[in-house]
């Protein structure tokens, strides 16, 4: 095989290069090492020895969580590391990868172990020597690219001879059982472009041609050629003691939700030249034939060219490429990125942002100028500053912010070879990722990473401004009079309105002041400034007519424009941003029109640079309660307070400054912040009226979504108020007094009241008290003796099950540590696990027929959805003491107890698949919950939010993702099944 260029070895390095996390820890993992070493005196003497390889090996290795595993299983390979000349070492492990499936006597389990050993291998290697900088990251993608085809090549290789063998191919030379069997796998995106990040996915397209006449009975060839892709995928990503190879993507192939997972080559040719969309465009520029039939794949690459460029200038493929990220004009122009929790990838000037600055211009000019018809996206700078389609300095700009970004990139994924592209919250974390970037402190990295953002978010912008203009100018458009002006329509028709005649006439409708908000002259003026950056942006969505239609009905409803006019004639990003709005998220257009103030908001340049966290709301919270106000007034500031912060959690999480997760905390953080204001002032309140009670101490628990921290923008709160006082205490020492079991009583009424009664600044939260014991027909307020009775002695299972969900959010400290003296002693009580799995499975059952999910696009409900996914958790969390796992008690969040218990309770498979999908499910659930009530149906919902779904989830259309919705919920399914076996003799629920 081609051997690349020469690397200088580890063992010559002059200089450290990285600091370690700590010098305790390295001198620990140096004492470790040298343990492990005895044996073998050339090791225990480099690591004894202070030398510049010796501090890099120890450092790197206290960074990497990953590295250090591997280091520690196997101390052989830090002298292969040293010793050898890193080309040369790389390459043995990509040939050894390759050749895998000739070993003797292979099968799949062999071939299996063999591949994931040898990776583990060369991840050791990869990661060391990017970390080291004595190879720089564009060759470590390489290296990582070329060992992901080896090994896919084995896979296929081992796949199609073991068909050979079964009789179901008929091999031209079963020693090299690729050639001409006309079956080929495509790697696509970073893949294909050899540019693969260190704990990269590969995403691949397999393709047979029926005509090569390899399978003996032609009428099975897609059934065989799907089993060999069902079969390399399970050789390549299966998890087993010995870890994985690549987690394989098969999602990119023609409609995936209605093709096999090997598509017969004519059939997928047609499809790319019939229906094939710009996003697959964009695709194919950087597909490449990994394994298989490589002549083949060549051949069906040259087929598509002229797919993938066209013969003209293709200025109207940058609108639909630009609709794939539209959501970058909805933050644009908002002060600074916020570098902690940025997702370096997919946020605001991220990887994705100059991948799609590059391939917008490949497609619009690659027709004309076959130089631009390049893969990888360092070769496309090249090639786009040689045809003068971008400037020099803009090319080295993008050049040193691709790099970088890719540079670090590898590192969030070293740490613990995780497939995240998210930089870490906190300082601490943070800091890891700055030593293994070459940086001796946080603060220069975070300035540095800030600069090359905004530099590739300058940059992206830039392109398109500079779209074809719209005919926006003066002249072209005239709303005055009572008749339709022709050239308005025409202008309207290019703009991309489907119904100029409409649209004219609700404009006209707007500055004929027939509305309430446009009575006044001034709103009217403020208007007419605005309109043409309005229509703009409503042409720039997916169905222009929907979003300005939406618009008008916000208008109708809007008590006063003049307010919001004139926001928006002063800064046309909020135009932008309203537009989006009106668009995708009908829920936040209403709460707008009936509180226009919380627009105020968005006008902080910090709002997207500032994380919605605990610390930032609880500052502006106690900020905006300052001085004194009466009950009433406090209880109007909070409703205030929190729909403003509710609107702005919504924007940051709509223009995608926040992830669905990152939003769940920040609403469950603000409900929080709220409870114990609210509750404060009522405890007060209470006070005035009847005193207090002798040793009185209160606590509120919250339970459900709110317990658990993953709130969405619409819930309601689930909450448990407990009491405890003098045992002796008969009466409050009010001027009316109440005994104690009444006065908490009423404290919760008040409570309840304080939260949900409705005023002119509308409702703070719904509030549910159901899930205290014994439910309606308990009292209100619970005190802590009956509640730990109650738990101890009389709940059900489903009530067990909603206390691994129990969280104080507020109280007094001594009472908050018996209540979760409370919690921990129920839940870590030993239990049986088939009738805890019979009880919980039953209670999922019993809902299922109850509450029947209206389509599969119902995440919560529908079978294999988040409550399949909640119920393992809590299935998990009141077993973990009888299976003696380890555990954070305090811990509630179902993504963190099914990270902590699933992988040793039910595998490390499934706990990555039910981690994948309750991300999945979270992210989509958060998006459309924020922006319309009821469920999601992609037929009827607005064509600006199905772009949304599909960007937080960064999915290329609805048909794949349904079908991506489809496969995870029976995946969920599947493994809530063997999880929660039905018992024998049927379903058995409790009835509680």
């Known amino acids: 095989m081609l051997r690349g260029p020469a690397f ?29 070493a005895d044996g073998n005196p050339e090791l225990g003497a480099f690591l004894v020895e202070d030398t510049p390889a ?19 299983r196997s101390p052989r390979l830090i002298l292969q590391l040293l010793n050898s000349e890193p080309g040369a070492l790389i390459d043995q492990r990509i040939e050894e990868a390759q050749n895998a499936w000739k070993a003797e006597d292979v099968n799949e389990a062999r071939l299996m ?84 990040n260190y704990s990269s996915d590969i995403d691949i397209v397999a393709i047979f041609n029926p005509e090569a006449g390899v399978v003996r009975d032609p009428d099975e060839s897609s059934d065989v050629f799907s089993r060999i892709v069902r079969r390399l995928v399970k050789i390549m990503q299966e998890r087993t003691r010995d870890g994985y190879v690549f987690r394989t993507d098969v999602r990119l192939r023609p409609d995936p939700g209605a093709t096999p997972l090997a598509v017969p080559y004519r059939a997928a040719l047609l499809y790319y030249e019939g229906r094939g969309q710009n996003w697959e465009r964009a695709a194919f520029i950087k597909a490449r034939p990994v394994a298989g039939d490589i002549e083949a794949g060549q051949g069906f690459c040259n087929e598509l060219v002229p797919f993938i460029y066209r013969k003209y200038l293709d200025y109207a493929t940058i609108t639909d490429i630009h609709s794939i990220k539209r959501q970058i004009h909805a933050h644009k122009g908002f002060g600074k990125i916020a570098v902690r929790g940025h997702d370096i990838k997919l946020g605001r000037g991220g990887i994705r942002e100059i991948e799609f600055f590059v391939q917008t211009q490949q497609l619009i000019a690659g027709g004309r100028t076959p ?13 786009l500053s040689s045809a003068q389609w971008l400037g020099h300095s803009t090319e080295e700009s993008l050049r040193f912010a691709y790099w970088f970004l890719r540079h670090v990139e590898n590192r969030i994924q070293m740490r613990r070879d995780e497939q995240t592209h998210t930089l870490p919250e906190s300082d601490q974390d943070l800091r890891i990722i700055a030593l293994m970037s070459g940086y001796e402190d946080v603060e220069p990295f975070i300035a540095d990473m800030n600069e090359v953002l905004t530099s590739v978010e300058r940059h992206y912008s830039r392109l398109f401004e500079h779209e074809h203009e719209l005919g926006t100018g003066e002249g072209n458009l005239v709303f005055t009079g009572d008749g339709d002006d022709p050239n308005t329509l025409e202008q309207l028709s290019r703009m991309g309105f489907e119904r100029p005649s409409d649209i004219s006439r609700i404009i006209r409708t707007w500055h004929y002041g027939r509305y309430k908000a446009m009575h006044s002259e001034r709103a009217r003026k403020h208007l007419t400034e605005i309109m043409p950056v309005l229509l703009k942006a409503f042409a720039q969505t997916r169905r222009a007519d929907e979003a300005l239609l939406n618009f008008d009905k916000f208008l109708s409803g809007l008590p006063a424009g003049i307010q919001l006019f004139s926001l928006l004639s002063s800064n046309t990003n909020l135009s932008t941003l309203l537009v989006s709005i009106m668009a995708s998220a009908p829920r936040l257009a209403e709460i707008i029109s009936r509180r226009p103030h919380v627009f105020d908001g968005v006008l902080d340049p910090q709002l997207l640079a500032e994380l919605p966290n605990r610390a930032y709301l609880a500052g502006r919270l106690g900020a905006f309660l300052q001085g004194d106000f009466l009950y009433e007034e406090i209880l109007d500031r909070l409703r205030i307070f929190a729909s403003e912060q509710k609107f702005l959690i919504g924007v940051r999480l709509l223009t995608g400054a926040i992830s669905g997760d990152r939003a769940s905390k920040a609403f469950s953080d603000l409900a929080d912040l709220i409870l114990e204001a609210a509750f404060a002032a009522v405890r007060l309140e209470l006070e005035h009226q009847h005193g207090r009670i002798s040793g009185g101490q209160a606590a509120i628990v919250g339970m459900g979504k709110l317990g658990s921290r993953e709130m969405t923008a619409g819930s309601d709160i689930d909450i448990i108020v407990l009491y405890a006082h003098d045992p002796d205490c008969a009466d409050s020492d009010g001027e009316k007094p109440l005994d104690p079991s009444r006065y908490y009583a009423r404290l919760t009424q008040r409570l309840a009241s304080a939260l949900s009664s409705p005023t002119a600044e509308g409702v703070l939260y719904e509030v549910d008290l159901r899930l205290r014991p014994s439910g309606n027909k308990g009292p209100i307020a619970t005190s802590i003796q009956s509640f730990r009775k109650y738990q101890s002695d009389s709940a059900w299972t489903w009530e067990h099950m909603a206390l691994t969900r129990a969280r104080v959010v507020s109280g007094d ?7 979760r003296a409370v919690f921990d002693q129920v839940l870590d009580r030993k239990r049986d696990a088939a009738e805890i799995a019979a009880d919980v499975r039953g209670m999922r059952m019993r809902i299922e027929q109850e509450k029947k999910a209206a389509s599969f696009w119902d995440l919560k409900l529908a079978p294999g959805g988040l409550m399949d996914i909640e119920f393992i958790a809590q299935y998990l969390r009141l077993m973990a003491a009888s299976e003696q796992v380890r555990f954070n008690r305090g811990e509630t969040r179902t993504l963190d107890i099914i990270k902590s218990l699933a992988p040793a309770m039910i595998g490390h498979d499934e706990a990555e698949r039910l981690v994948s999908a309750l991300k999945a499910f979270t992210e989509l659930s958060q998006i459309i919950r924020l922006c319309i009530d009821g469920e999601f149906d992609p037929e009827k919902a607005p064509g600006a939010l199905e772009d949304l779904v599909l960007r937080v989830v960064d999915l290329p259309d609805i048909a794949t993702l349904e079908a991506h919705v489809l496969k995870t919920e029976a995946d969920v399914r599947a493994i809530f099944d063997k999880a929660l076996p039905e018992p024998e003799g049927g379903e058995d629920a409790e009835t509680g």
């Open 54 to 72: 010796s501090r890099f090996v120890l450092s790197a290795l206290t960074l990497s969580q990953y590295l250090r595993d591997i280091a520690l």
């Open 113 to 196: 172990s063999d591949l994931r050993l040898s990776r583990q291998d060369f991840s050791f290697f990869a990661g060391m020597y990017d970390l080291s900088r004595t190879v720089d990251t564009r060759q470590i993608t390489i290296w990582l690219s070329r060992f992901a085809a080896a090994a896919l090549k084995s896979a296929v290789d081992f796949s199609l001879l073991s068909a050979h063998d079964q009789g179901k191919l008929r091999l031209d030379d079963p020693r090299r059982p690729s050639r001409r069997s006309g079956f080929f796998v495509l790697g696509m995106g970073k893949f294909g472009a050899e540019e693969l």
């Open 371 to 383: 130089d631009l018809r390049v893969r990888s996206t360092d070769e496309a700078l090249s090639a």
């Open 8 to 36: 200088p070895k580890l063992k010559d390095l002059r200089d450290p290069v990285i600091l370690p996390a700590s010098q305790e820890k390295l001198e620990t993992l140096r004492d470790e090492l040298v343990k492990l």
């Open 813 to 819: 400290a001594e009472l908050v540590a018996q209540a």
